[in-house]
Every structure is written in structure tokens, then in C-alpha cells.
Nanobody
Framework: VQLQASGGGLVHAGGSLRLSCKAS????????MAWYRQAPGKQRELVAS???????VYKDSVKGRFTISRDNVRRTLYLQMDGLKPEDTAAYYC?????????WGQGTQVTVSS
């Protein structure tokens, strides 16, 4: 299983970014997928998840600003981030679980300046 994340960058507060995570080596359409983030000195936290059945879950602080989506044909997970805040600054990782094992993308850095 490989997860390749991209789309991070440096933006001003209020700006937008779209993260992408291209998956290979798994039956993408039946896998639950998620985005996590980790800021320096903090634990990795769940940002948003998108279950194979369609259920979406968001961290409270990103509700109304972030949108998770997936394209099962392109095997790609997305995270549209609008209204970015400095506290959103972190490395963002895509994640899935297969046969009890966790798989992580390499992380893409998002930096929001005030």
C-alpha cells in the first residue's frame, strides 16, 4: 500500500489549499480513508475521515471550513481547506487501515501565516 500526499504550501490566514492523496496497492473504493495532522510538539490528530460507506466525520475546529472528498475511480482522497487559520499549521497525513495495519502517506506541510 502506498499513499502519496501533495498540495501543501504557505498561505495567508483566510486562504485556501487543496490536499490530494493518491493511493495504490489497495481496493480504494472499499477502504475507509482519513486525513490527520501533526503540529510541532503535539500529537497527531484526526482532521477528517471518509468511510467507504459515505460517512464523513470532521474535527470540530474544522467543521464548515474543510471538506473531505474522494474519487474512487482516480483512487484519490482530497481535503479542501478554506478559511485557513494559523492554528491549522501542521504536517498533514493521509491514512488508511488494511488487514489491521495502519498506512500513512509521507505528509505534506501546511503553513498559515497571520
Amino acid at each position: 500500500v502506498q499513499l502519496q500526499a501533495s498540495g501543501g504550501g504557505l498561505v495567508h490566514a483566510g486562504g485556501s489549499l487543496r490536499l490530494s492523496c493518491k493511493a495504490s496497492g489497495l481496493n480504494f473504493s472499499i477502504n475507509d480513508m482519513a486525513w490527520y495532522r501533526q503540529a510541532p510538539g503535539k500529537q497527531r490528530e484526526l482532521v477528517a475521515s471518509f468511510a467507504s460507506g459515505g460517512t464523513k466525520v470532521y474535527k470540530d475546529s474544522v467543521k464548515g471550513r474543510f471538506t473531505i472528498s474522494r474519487d474512487n475511480v482516480r483512487r484519490t482522497l482530497y481535503l479542501q481547506m478554506d478559511g485557513l487559520k494559523p492554528e491549522d499549521t501542521a504536517a498533514y497525513y493521509c491514512h488508511t487501515k488494511l488487514r489491521g495495519s495502519d498506512y500513512w502517506g509521507q505528509g505534506t506541510q501546511v503553513t498559515v501565516s497571520s
